[in-house]
């Protein structure tokens, strides 16, 4: 593993959820608001809690961080990415119990791929990057 990642579920600015108090959203509010998630993520288990299929998506996380910030949506982004937007009041926080969990990071490569030097020397400083980051 390289890292874990926090991720949350956030609203835009111009989303209703906005301007209400976490109190204020219900898990039936959001189990009905239009959602947008990533393109692989389609049995995810936090997803259980919308009441119907997502309605929006992207392969990317930046391209699910704009349909989130159209306001026509909510979505779960890994903190990292929404700070900033959240520092310009841009995005929301939904703070709930239910909606939170972490991800683990790890990088992938087969076998037969570290045969090549140049994959072991990129596997390697990818690794030892995270290393000093994340003490």
Not at 81 to 102: C, G, H, N, V, Y
Not at 115 to 128: E, N, P
Request: charged share 20%; with cysteine.
């Amino acid at each position: 593993m390289l890292f874990c990642e926090d991720i949350f579920l956030y609203c835009s600015d111009t989303h209703p959820f906005f301007n209400q108090s976490d109190s204020k959203i219900s898990l039936n509010k959001i189990a009905n608001t239009s959602y947008a998630q990533r393109d692989y993520y389609k049995s995810m288990p936090y997803y259980t809690v919308f009441s119907r299929p997502a309605s929006a998506s992207s392969a990317q996380m930046e391209g699910l961080l704009h349909l989130i910030l159209t306001g026509r949506y909510i979505g779960f982004l890994p903190s990292n990415l929404a700070t900033p937007w959240a520092a310009k009041k841009r995005l929301k926080r939904i703070e709930l119990d239910q909606m939170s969990f972490s991800a683990n990071i790890h990088v992938a490569y087969t076998e037969e791929s570290l045969s090549l030097r140049m994959m072991q020397l990129f596997r390697k400083s990818v690794i030892d990057a995270h290393k000093t980051t994340n003490k």
